[in-house]
Protein backbone atom coordinates (compact mmCIF):
# COMPACT_ATOMS: atom_id res chain seq x y z
CA UNK A 1 0.00 0.00 0.00
CA UNK A 2 1.19 3.36 -0.93
CA UNK A 3 2.36 5.75 1.79
CA UNK A 4 -0.47 8.06 2.95
CA UNK A 5 0.67 11.24 2.61
CA UNK A 6 -2.60 13.23 2.45
CA UNK A 7 -5.45 13.36 5.38
CA UNK A 8 -8.89 14.65 4.65
CA UNK A 9 -11.02 15.47 7.26
CA UNK A 10 -14.71 15.19 6.81
CA UNK A 11 -16.53 17.34 9.50
CA UNK A 12 -15.03 20.03 11.67
CA UNK A 13 -16.52 20.06 14.47
CA UNK A 14 -15.29 18.89 18.22
CA UNK A 15 -13.41 15.83 17.09
CA UNK A 16 -12.63 16.80 13.43
CA UNK A 17 -10.50 20.07 14.48
CA UNK A 18 -8.97 17.61 16.38
CA UNK A 19 -8.32 14.88 14.57
CA UNK A 20 -6.97 17.70 11.84
CA UNK A 21 -4.73 19.11 14.39
CA UNK A 22 -3.18 15.58 14.84
CA UNK A 23 -2.78 15.11 11.64
CA UNK A 24 -1.08 18.65 10.73
CA UNK A 25 1.73 17.70 13.49
CA UNK A 26 2.08 14.07 12.25
CA UNK A 27 3.14 15.77 9.37
CA UNK A 28 0.38 15.38 7.10
CA UNK A 29 -0.79 17.57 4.39
CA UNK A 30 -4.53 17.86 5.65
CA UNK A 31 -7.37 19.01 4.17
CA UNK A 32 -9.97 19.69 6.70
CA UNK A 33 -14.01 19.95 5.62
CA UNK A 34 -17.52 20.72 6.95
CA UNK A 35 -20.21 21.93 5.49
CA UNK A 36 -21.00 25.11 7.62
CA UNK A 37 -18.57 27.75 6.60
CA UNK A 38 -18.62 29.17 10.22
CA UNK A 39 -17.71 26.05 11.90
CA UNK A 40 -14.49 25.81 9.88
CA UNK A 41 -13.27 29.47 10.33
CA UNK A 42 -13.93 28.53 14.56
CA UNK A 43 -12.13 25.05 13.57
CA UNK A 44 -9.05 26.75 12.26
CA UNK A 45 -8.77 29.46 15.03
CA UNK A 46 -8.90 26.54 17.70
CA UNK A 47 -6.39 24.59 15.49
CA UNK A 48 -3.79 27.86 15.55
CA UNK A 49 -4.84 28.41 19.84
CA UNK A 50 -3.75 24.31 20.46
CA UNK A 51 -0.39 24.78 18.94
CA UNK A 52 0.26 28.19 20.48
CA UNK A 53 -0.46 26.65 23.79
CA UNK A 54 1.45 23.42 23.14
CA UNK A 55 4.29 25.58 21.91
CA UNK A 56 3.74 27.89 25.56
CA UNK A 57 3.97 24.20 27.00
CA UNK A 58 6.61 23.00 25.39
CA UNK A 59 5.58 20.28 23.31
CA UNK A 60 6.30 22.05 19.99
CA UNK A 61 8.91 25.07 18.63
CA UNK A 62 7.36 27.86 17.05
CA UNK A 63 8.78 27.16 13.65
CA UNK A 64 6.98 23.38 13.93
CA UNK A 65 3.48 25.32 14.81
CA UNK A 66 4.26 27.38 11.65
CA UNK A 67 4.56 24.24 9.23
CA UNK A 68 2.09 22.47 10.82
CA UNK A 69 -0.65 25.64 9.91
CA UNK A 70 0.91 25.77 6.71
CA UNK A 71 0.17 21.85 5.53
CA UNK A 72 -3.52 23.17 6.43
CA UNK A 73 -6.45 23.81 3.47
CA UNK A 74 -9.94 23.88 4.04
CA UNK A 75 -12.66 22.31 1.51
CA UNK A 76 -16.58 23.07 1.49
CA UNK A 77 -17.92 19.79 0.13
CA UNK A 78 -17.19 16.13 0.38
CA UNK A 79 -16.36 15.85 -3.37
CA UNK A 80 -13.32 18.70 -2.92
CA UNK A 81 -11.87 17.83 -0.03
CA UNK A 82 -11.56 13.78 -1.02
CA UNK A 83 -9.79 14.20 -4.29
CA UNK A 84 -6.18 13.68 -3.32
CA UNK A 85 -6.40 12.06 -0.15
CA UNK A 86 -4.85 8.81 0.56
CA UNK A 87 -6.80 8.47 3.83
CA UNK A 88 -10.03 10.44 4.32
CA UNK A 89 -11.43 10.26 8.27
CA UNK A 90 -15.28 11.56 8.61
CA UNK A 91 -16.49 13.13 12.25
CA UNK A 92 -19.67 13.96 11.17
CA UNK A 93 -22.52 13.83 13.58
CA UNK A 94 -23.48 10.10 15.29
CA UNK A 95 -25.98 9.45 12.59
CA UNK A 96 -25.53 6.05 10.12
CA UNK A 97 -27.75 7.66 7.07
CA UNK A 98 -25.40 10.87 7.05
CA UNK A 99 -22.30 8.29 7.34
CA UNK A 100 -23.74 6.32 5.03
CA UNK A 101 -23.76 9.40 2.32
CA UNK A 102 -20.47 10.13 3.26
CA UNK A 103 -19.10 6.98 2.19
CA UNK A 104 -21.18 6.70 -0.90
CA UNK A 105 -19.91 9.94 -1.62
CA UNK A 106 -15.76 9.02 -0.89
CA UNK A 107 -15.93 6.28 -2.70
CA UNK A 108 -17.04 7.87 -5.69
CA UNK A 109 -14.53 11.16 -5.93
CA UNK A 110 -11.73 9.51 -3.81
CA UNK A 111 -8.71 7.70 -5.39
CA UNK A 112 -9.38 3.82 -6.18
CA UNK A 113 -6.57 3.82 -3.07
CA UNK A 114 -7.43 5.97 -0.63
CA UNK A 115 -8.30 4.66 2.47
CA UNK A 116 -11.58 5.51 4.56
CA UNK A 117 -11.98 5.55 8.39
CA UNK A 118 -15.13 6.39 10.43
CA UNK A 119 -14.13 8.25 14.10
CA UNK A 120 -17.53 6.53 15.25
CA UNK A 121 -18.12 6.29 18.66
CA UNK A 122 -20.72 3.11 18.09
CA UNK A 123 -21.49 2.61 14.75
CA UNK A 124 -21.23 -0.38 12.53
CA UNK A 125 -17.96 0.19 10.49
CA UNK A 126 -19.16 -3.20 8.17
CA UNK A 127 -22.37 -1.27 7.42
CA UNK A 128 -20.25 2.28 5.81
CA UNK A 129 -18.23 -0.23 4.11
CA UNK A 130 -21.07 -2.25 2.43
CA UNK A 131 -22.19 0.78 0.35
CA UNK A 132 -18.61 0.80 -0.94
CA UNK A 133 -16.50 -1.02 -3.45
CA UNK A 134 -13.26 -0.94 -1.17
CA UNK A 135 -15.02 -2.41 2.27
CA UNK A 136 -11.14 -3.76 2.92
CA UNK A 137 -9.82 -0.57 2.72
CA UNK A 138 -12.91 0.83 5.37
CA UNK A 139 -12.06 1.04 9.13
CA UNK A 140 -12.31 2.68 12.22
CA UNK A 141 -10.19 5.28 13.93
CA UNK A 142 -12.05 6.09 17.28
CA UNK A 143 -9.89 9.25 18.74
CA UNK A 144 -10.69 10.67 22.17
CA UNK A 145 -11.83 14.30 23.41
CA UNK A 146 -9.85 16.77 23.56
CA UNK A 147 -7.88 15.13 20.42
CA UNK A 148 -4.61 16.82 21.34
CA UNK A 149 -4.44 15.81 24.27
CA UNK A 150 -5.78 12.53 24.77
CA UNK A 151 -3.05 9.62 23.78
CA UNK A 152 -5.46 6.66 22.79
CA UNK A 153 -6.74 6.01 18.96
CA UNK A 154 -8.78 2.57 19.33
CA UNK A 155 -8.33 1.07 15.20
CA UNK A 156 -11.48 -0.85 14.62
CA UNK A 157 -11.03 -3.93 12.22
CA UNK A 158 -15.05 -4.24 10.25
CA UNK A 159 -15.74 -6.92 9.04
CA UNK A 160 -13.50 -7.22 5.87
CA UNK A 161 -10.88 -4.66 6.79
CA UNK A 162 -7.46 -6.01 5.46
CA UNK A 163 -3.86 -6.43 7.25
CA UNK A 164 -2.72 -3.47 5.00
CA UNK A 165 -5.19 -1.13 5.79
CA UNK A 166 -4.88 -1.82 9.92
CA UNK A 167 -0.79 -1.42 9.13
CA UNK A 168 -1.58 1.61 7.15
CA UNK A 169 -3.50 3.56 10.24
CA UNK A 170 -1.48 1.96 12.92
CA UNK A 171 1.33 4.13 11.35
CA UNK A 172 -0.67 7.56 10.81
CA UNK A 173 -1.56 6.82 14.57
CA UNK A 174 1.82 6.77 15.84
CA UNK A 175 3.17 10.06 13.62
CA UNK A 176 0.44 11.78 15.56
CA UNK A 177 1.81 10.46 18.74
CA UNK A 178 -1.00 8.35 19.35
CA UNK A 179 -0.96 4.83 21.22
CA UNK A 180 -2.73 2.57 19.37
CA UNK A 181 -4.99 -0.20 20.10
CA UNK A 182 -6.69 -2.27 17.67
CA UNK A 183 -9.88 -4.08 18.05
CA UNK A 184 -12.39 -6.15 16.49
CA UNK A 185 -15.57 -4.60 15.64
CA UNK A 186 -18.44 -5.10 18.22
CA UNK A 187 -20.86 -2.73 20.53
CA UNK A 188 -18.76 -0.03 22.38
CA UNK A 189 -15.07 -1.26 21.37
CA UNK A 190 -13.37 -1.46 24.37
CA UNK A 191 -13.48 1.87 26.11
CA UNK A 192 -16.81 2.56 25.76
CA UNK A 193 -17.33 -1.00 26.43
CA UNK A 194 -15.47 -1.11 30.14
CA UNK A 195 -16.71 2.64 30.86
CA UNK A 196 -20.30 2.07 31.04
CA UNK A 197 -20.31 -0.99 33.11
CA UNK A 198 -17.97 0.45 35.29
CA UNK A 199 -20.09 3.74 35.50
CA UNK A 200 -23.55 1.74 35.70
CA UNK A 201 -22.31 -0.32 38.42
CA UNK A 202 -22.14 3.04 40.62
CA UNK A 203 -25.55 4.13 40.13
CA UNK A 204 -26.45 0.48 41.10
CA UNK A 205 -24.12 1.18 44.54
CA UNK A 206 -25.71 4.08 45.05
CA UNK A 207 -29.26 2.83 44.56
CA UNK A 208 -28.46 0.24 46.92
CA UNK A 209 -27.07 2.56 49.23
CA UNK A 210 -23.70 1.55 49.95
CA UNK A 211 -22.14 4.68 49.88
CA UNK A 212 -22.37 8.56 48.79
CA UNK A 213 -22.07 9.20 45.73
CA UNK A 214 -18.75 11.75 46.70
CA UNK A 215 -17.21 8.48 48.62
CA UNK A 216 -17.47 6.00 45.02
CA UNK A 217 -15.92 9.05 43.67
CA UNK A 218 -13.09 9.37 45.75
CA UNK A 219 -12.81 5.69 46.51
CA UNK A 220 -12.58 4.90 42.40
CA UNK A 221 -9.78 8.03 42.37
CA UNK A 222 -7.47 7.47 45.14
CA UNK A 223 -8.06 3.23 45.72
CA UNK A 224 -8.50 2.61 41.64
CA UNK A 225 -6.04 5.44 40.59
CA UNK A 226 -8.53 6.62 38.27
CA UNK A 227 -8.15 10.69 37.13
CA UNK A 228 -12.33 11.01 38.45
CA UNK A 229 -14.59 9.73 40.03
CA UNK A 230 -17.46 7.49 37.66
CA UNK A 231 -19.65 10.32 38.85
CA UNK A 232 -17.74 13.30 37.74
CA UNK A 233 -17.36 11.86 34.52
CA UNK A 234 -20.76 10.99 33.79
CA UNK A 235 -22.05 14.51 34.91
CA UNK A 236 -19.93 15.66 32.12
CA UNK A 237 -20.53 13.26 29.62
CA UNK A 238 -24.25 13.60 29.98
CA UNK A 239 -26.57 11.44 31.86
CA UNK A 240 -28.53 10.56 28.79
CA UNK A 241 -25.49 10.40 26.68
CA UNK A 242 -24.72 7.58 28.99
CA UNK A 243 -28.30 6.05 29.43
CA UNK A 244 -28.06 5.72 25.66
CA UNK A 245 -24.96 4.03 25.40
CA UNK A 246 -26.25 1.79 27.86
CA UNK A 247 -29.23 0.75 26.08
CA UNK A 248 -27.48 -0.40 22.61
CA UNK A 249 -25.17 -2.12 24.75
CA UNK A 250 -27.62 -3.80 26.58
CA UNK A 251 -29.82 -4.42 23.23
CA UNK A 252 -26.33 -5.82 21.87
CA UNK A 253 -24.58 -7.40 24.46
CA UNK A 254 -27.55 -8.85 27.16
CA UNK A 255 -28.29 -8.34 30.59
CA UNK A 256 -25.36 -7.08 32.26
CA UNK A 257 -26.00 -3.53 30.82
CA UNK A 258 -29.26 -3.17 31.11
CA UNK A 259 -29.56 0.69 32.54
CA UNK A 260 -29.82 1.14 36.28
CA UNK A 261 -33.10 2.46 37.23
CA UNK A 262 -31.60 5.47 38.91
CA UNK A 263 -30.09 6.54 36.20
CA UNK A 264 -33.31 6.35 34.31
CA UNK A 265 -34.84 8.44 36.89
CA UNK A 266 -32.17 11.10 36.58
CA UNK A 267 -32.38 11.40 32.63
CA UNK A 268 -36.27 11.65 33.60
CA UNK A 269 -35.84 14.27 36.07
CA UNK A 270 -33.80 16.65 33.59
CA UNK A 271 -30.45 16.30 35.75
CA UNK A 272 -28.20 15.15 32.80
CA UNK A 273 -24.94 16.63 34.27
CA UNK A 274 -23.15 19.82 34.40
CA UNK A 275 -24.67 20.68 30.78
CA UNK A 276 -28.20 20.77 32.94
CA UNK A 277 -26.29 22.84 35.98
CA UNK A 278 -27.37 19.59 37.53
CA UNK A 279 -26.68 15.79 37.63
CA UNK A 280 -25.36 13.27 40.08
CA UNK A 281 -24.02 16.27 41.68
CA UNK A 282 -25.44 20.02 41.97
CA UNK A 283 -23.84 23.04 39.68
CA UNK A 284 -25.93 25.26 40.05
CA UNK A 285 -24.57 27.45 43.40
CA UNK A 286 -21.32 27.12 41.36
CA UNK A 287 -22.99 28.74 38.74
CA UNK A 288 -24.38 31.44 40.68
CA UNK A 289 -21.02 32.10 42.37
CA UNK A 290 -19.26 32.19 38.88
CA UNK A 291 -21.33 34.41 37.49
CA UNK A 292 -21.44 36.44 40.88
CA UNK A 293 -17.67 36.76 41.04
CA UNK A 294 -17.90 37.84 37.27
CA UNK A 295 -19.97 40.70 38.15
CA UNK A 296 -18.28 42.23 41.07
CA UNK A 297 -14.81 42.23 38.77
N1 LIG B 1 -17.43 14.49 21.00
C1 LIG B 1 -16.80 13.44 21.48
O1 LIG B 1 -16.38 13.43 22.67
C2 LIG B 1 -16.53 12.23 20.61
C3 LIG B 1 -15.52 11.32 20.99
C4 LIG B 1 -15.23 10.24 20.14
C5 LIG B 1 -15.95 10.07 18.96
N2 LIG B 1 -16.95 10.96 18.62
C6 LIG B 1 -17.65 10.75 17.35
O2 LIG B 1 -17.12 11.67 16.39
C7 LIG B 1 -18.12 12.05 15.44
C8 LIG B 1 -18.26 13.56 15.44
O3 LIG B 1 -18.61 14.00 16.72
P1 LIG B 1 -18.40 15.53 17.17
O4 LIG B 1 -18.60 15.55 18.64
O5 LIG B 1 -17.16 16.09 16.58
O6 LIG B 1 -19.66 16.22 16.45
P2 LIG B 1 -19.91 17.77 16.14
O7 LIG B 1 -21.38 17.95 16.06
O8 LIG B 1 -19.11 18.63 17.08
O9 LIG B 1 -19.26 17.97 14.67
C9 LIG B 1 -19.81 17.41 13.51
C10 LIG B 1 -19.53 18.36 12.35
O10 LIG B 1 -19.94 17.72 11.15
C11 LIG B 1 -20.44 18.72 10.29
N3 LIG B 1 -21.28 18.09 9.26
C12 LIG B 1 -22.56 17.67 9.34
N4 LIG B 1 -22.95 17.12 8.17
C13 LIG B 1 -21.88 17.19 7.33
C14 LIG B 1 -21.65 16.80 5.99
N5 LIG B 1 -22.61 16.22 5.26
N6 LIG B 1 -20.44 17.03 5.45
C15 LIG B 1 -19.47 17.63 6.17
N7 LIG B 1 -19.61 18.03 7.45
C16 LIG B 1 -20.80 17.81 8.03
C17 LIG B 1 -21.20 19.66 11.19
O11 LIG B 1 -21.35 20.97 10.58
C18 LIG B 1 -20.30 19.68 12.43
O12 LIG B 1 -19.37 20.75 12.39
C19 LIG B 1 -19.39 11.30 15.87
O13 LIG B 1 -19.49 10.11 15.14
C20 LIG B 1 -19.13 11.01 17.36
O14 LIG B 1 -19.85 9.87 17.82
C21 LIG B 1 -17.23 12.03 19.41
Redesign the pocket.
Known amino acids: MAEIQTIAV ?7 RGIAYAAAVGGYRTIL ?4 AS ?1 LEQALDWIAQSLEEAVARGKLTAEQKQQALARITTARA ?1 EDACRTADLVIE ?4 DME ?2 I ?2 FTLLDRFARPGAIFA ?6 SITEMAAVTCRPERCVGM ?4 PVPKMRLLEIVRALETSDATIAACVEVGRRMGKEVVIVRESPGFITSRINALIGNEAFRMLEEGIASARDIDTACKLGLNHPMGPFELVDLVGLDVRLSILEYLHKTLGERFRPSPLLVQYVKAGRLGRKAGRGVYDYRDTATETARKAESG
Open positions: IGAGTMGEDVAVVAVPELKEISNTSSLHFFN
